[in-house]
């Protein structure tokens, strides 16, 4: 069955850095644009950071919020998402979700779990 699986969450402080991954099985990984989306208690989830499938140029897609600061990529030999999180800010506090996307519509077809930030100040 298909399976996304985030770690590396955790609780840093203003400044700090933090890189989760996502480990993918349970489809064609590379066929999927893949994504992070994060909710803070209360908050609607709202998209992070979004990156294109395997073949054609790469493209990114960042929130306003995060650019600059954030990174995604991913490497398709292991099925894995990541997103490297530079100047973490008490904003930033939230629940991230790793998700693949279907590229035509934007649609997410598979959710993770998620994985815990928390940014103190």
């Known amino acids: 069955q298909v399976q996304l699986v985030e770690s590396g969450g955790g609780s840093v402080q203003a400044g700090g850095s933090l890189r989760l991954s996502c480990a993918a099985s349970g489809y064609t990984y590379s066929d999927y644009c893949m994504g992070w989306f994060r909710q803070a208690p209360g908050k609607q989830r709202e998209g992070v950071a979004r990156i294109s499938a395997l073949g054609g140029a790469t493209y990114y897609v960042y929130a306003d919020s995060v650019k600059g600061r954030f990174t995604i990529s991913r490497d398709n030999a292991k099925n894995t998402l990541y997103l490297q999180m530079n100047a973490l800010k008490p904003e930033d506090t939230a629940m991230y979700y790793c998700?693949?996307?279907?590229?035509?519509?934007?649609?997410?077809?598979?959710w993770g779990q998620g994985t815990q930030v928390t940014v103190s100040s």
């Open positions: 998700a693949a996307i279907v590229c035509a519509s934007w649609s997410v077809r598979h």
